[in-house]
Structures are given as structure tokens and as C-alpha cells.
């Protein structure tokens, strides 16, 4: 027992002074008034009250529009590159698998800027087109751009728990379904997808909150002139200086949150007693 409190105990120090005490500074300045001193800080709902303006209510909905469409174009790819990754032998799915992350080795904003040579008006993809004798179009700086930055960034994080789910289902399991007269489709609904549902609700969690609150991508793929939650949150931060506002809208960031993965343990059946 000593042991395992002298193994929790750096795990303890580093939770309170990288979660607990930043999250509660969060909600001193959303509810407060004071600007950057505590000190003379009076408790207020002005920065809540702020975010009704139909300026930030549109930045609330162009976020959680983006997020639902990122969300589900990972879904649409990342599953069936999950289901072919187990259909290969066991010494091979590993392989695999590091390829599907090597990406994410890269940093975040290398990715990016790669992503701008590639759709920029003079960047690569315009020049296949050129080649194929078609008209260049301009992607850049518009939602087209920020979705594909977006998914092609958060890929890996819907198909590696999709992956381990269905790495653990029996084949017993598919053998049993057809013997007892379902058909493939019926097979693969009722069996595969069922038993691969934490993993689904898993990948499909991590990539929308990670859309939402992202700032990086949309940022440069977007131009600024693409603001999303995350974009906003920094402005108000490091350019504004209006922490209470930008701490308000963090507090409501980080409240979806905990309903979305309060949501998720509540329909997962690896959590049922």
C-alpha cells in the first residue's frame, strides 16, 4: 500500500498543477469582473451574458457544424480502414498500424503547412489539374480546406480504438451468425458494428471535441478568416487580453465536455456493471 501511494503521489502533484488549479483559474476570471487582477475581482455573469451576442453565437454553431462534419468523414473513412487492418494476419496488423500513426510523429504544424502547399491556388493539387487539362479552383481559406486539415489530422484518432475493439471480437462469434441463417449484412450489423461500438463512440468523442476546440488548423488553413472556438478563445487570450470573456467560453468548452464523456460511459456497454 505504501508503495502504490508512492507510485500515485507524482501522478497527484502533477494533476493539481496542470488540471485542477488551471481549470479553477478558469472559473475565477469566467465569474469574475476584475480584468487581469483577482485581487479586486467581484463576482459577475457579463462574460456569459457576452456570449449571446449573435457575433460569438454563430463562432458556437460554425464550431459544432465543423466538428459534426469532421466527426463524420473520420467515421466514413476511419471504419472500414479499421476493419481491413484485422482482416490481416496478426504479425502484419502492426505494421499497419504504425503506419496509420507515423503521421501524428510529425508536428501539428509541419502537417498544416504541408496541407498549404498542397491546396493553395498554385500548390500541388491545382497543378494535377492543370495537367489533366481541368480548371484550378480555390480551396484555400474556406471550410472545404479547414474540414480536410481537420480530418486528415484526427484520422488516427478514430481508427485506433475502432481498431483494438474489433481486435478483440471472436470470429467465433461471425461463424455463429451465419450459422444461424443471417447474411452478411445482417452479420456484420447485428455482430461486428455491435461489438465495435465503444470503440466507435471512443474515436467519435475524441475527434469532436478535438474539432471543436482546435485553433492551430483552422488558423492557417482558414486564413483567419475561419473562426472556430479555439481561434476564438486564443484571441481573446493573447491578443484581446479579455480573460474573463476567453475563460467563460473555456468554462463552456470544457462543461460540453464532461457532458459528452458523462454521455459516452452512460450508452457504453463496457461500462455496465
Not at 30 to 37: I, N, Q, R, V, W
Not at 174 to 203: H, I, M
Amino acid at each position: 500500500m505504501k508503495h502504490f501511494k508512492h507510485m500515485t503521489g507524482p501522478y497527484i502533484l502533477w494533476s493539481a498543477a496542470f488540471i485542477v488549479i488551471p481549470f479553477l483559474l478558469i472559473i475565477l476570471y469566467a465569474f469574475t469582473d476584475g480584468g487581469l487582477s483577482l485581487m479586486d475581482a467581484s463576482f459577475s455573469l457579463d462574460s456569459f451574458q457576452e456570449i449571446i451576442d449573435p457575433l460569438y453565437v454563430t463562432v458556437f454553431s460554425r464550431s459544432f457544424q465543423v466538428g459534426l462534419i469532421t466527426t463524420a468523414l473520420c467515421f466514413l473513412l476511419g471504419y472500414p480502414m479499421a476493419y481491413m487492418i484485422t482482416k490481416f494476419d496478426e504479425k502484419v496488423q502492426p505494421i499497419l498500424i504504425l503506419f496509420t500513426t507515423i503521421p501524428m510523429w510529425i508536428n501539428l504544424l509541419l502537417r498544416t503547412y504541408a496541407w498549404i502547399s498542397i491546396l493553395s491556388d498554385n500548390g500541388i493539387f491545382n497543378m494535377l489539374l492543370g495537367k489533366l487539362g481541368l480548371a484550378p479552383v480555390s480551396i484555400m481559406y474556406t471550410g472545404i480546406s479547414v474540414n480536410i486539415g481537420l480530418v486528415c489530422n484526427f484520422l488516427p484518432f478514430m481508427i485506433l480504438p475502432i481498431y483494438t475493439s474489433l481486435s478483440k471480437m471472436d470470429p467465433a462469434l461471425l461463424e455463429a451468425a451465419y450459422d444461424l441463417g443471417a447474411n452478411k449484412l445482417q452479420a456484420f450489423t447485428r455482430v461486428v458494428f455491435k461489438y465495435s461500438l465503444p470503440g466507435v463512440l471512443n474515436g467519435v468523442i475524441l475527434t469532436f471535441l478535438m474539432a471543436i476546440s482546435a485553433f492551430v488548423i483552422p488558423k492557417l488553413l482558414g486564413g483567419g478568416q475561419y473562426t472556430l472556438l479555439g481561434n476564438l478563445i486564443e484571441n481573446q487570450f493573447i491578443s484581446v487580453g479579455n480573460w474573463n470573456f476567453g475563460s467563460a467560453i473555456s468554462f463552456i468548452l470544457a462543461v460540453v465536455i464532461l457532458f459528452t464523456i458523462s454521455f459516452l460511459k452512460r450508452i457504453d456497454p463496457d461500462d455496465e456493471d
